[in-house]
DNA sequence: TGCACCTGGTCTACCTTGTAGACCTAAATG
DNA sequence: CATTTAGGTCTACAAGGTAGACCAGGTGCA
């Protein structure tokens, strides 16, 4: 029986901090939403910034982002049509926290990156 | 070109924070952290605890983490074999500021869900 | 008149990654 | 002698990500 059928079944998802650690824990979400702090950002601005991500992905996450209100949608009705992504104070709000970790990721990564050299050597 | 070839030739993450923020944002690094938070754990305590990841995914992440030098391994010689995990000082002060990140999705996983909702009944 | 160009996407074929489940080792137990 | 047990590895297969073509439709250029 495929996974697809299973989740049918089950109503929701048992624990509501994984399923949000899920949906920011995505690869792209943080740092589309990292990237988006300064300010309102258009669709290939967010893309040139971020560097390499693909626009199905940028797209995706953008949509999902803005279902759960992390960030507004605003479109202009211009042609060539123009798009503003910003934040909302959820948003905002989520940014507080992940700060702490990106200064604790800023702070640690040589020590990680020394951890991983000698397993390396280790071996 | 393939994308396996084109890295190559990058010599190393241009960004540390996104390298690491890469490596536990995967979707289960985190969670196992979490699970090991409280004490030790055997490979199958954290299968269970953890519930619906695969022993395949279970057995890679550990892998990283101890590469990594967040977890500790240690292997008993009996038989049948026993193998303990828990968090290393770096494990330990990771989910410090993880811990602020989990308060805020405790705390607003009912906006988001609202949200969702919303984005819902708004089409 | 014809033609390329602009943005913000979507679509499609491919490739990589994750999954479930069989299998493995080697001693103890019934 | 078959089964159990822990901690994995291996192998198909399914899901998810990627690059790149394509689209609309008004504007500038020739």
């Known amino acids: 029986m495929p996974l697809q059928e299973l989740k049918k079944f089950e109503p929701a998802p048992p624990c509501p901090i994984r399923d949000v650690l899920d949906r920011i824990g995505d690869q792209w979400s943080v740092l589309v939403l ?6 309102t950002r258009r669709f290939n601005e967010l893309m040139r910034e971020i560097g390499d991500i693909s626009k199905q992905m ?11 209100g992390f960030i507004t949608r605003t479109v202009y009705p211009e042609v060539p049509p123009r798009v503003e992504y910003s934040l909302t104070e ?6 507080e926290p992940m ?11 040589r020590t990680i990156a020394e951890a991983r050299e000698r397993y390396r050597g280790g071996n």
Do not use: I
């Open 34 to 39: 990292l990237t988006l702090r300064p300010g």
């Open 99 to 109: 700060r702490a970790l990106v200064a604790w990721a800023d702070q640690n990564h």
């Open 90 to 95: 959820l948003g905002h709000s989520f940014l």
């Open 58 to 68: 940028l797209s995706r996450t953008l949509k999902r982002l803005e279902q759960d």
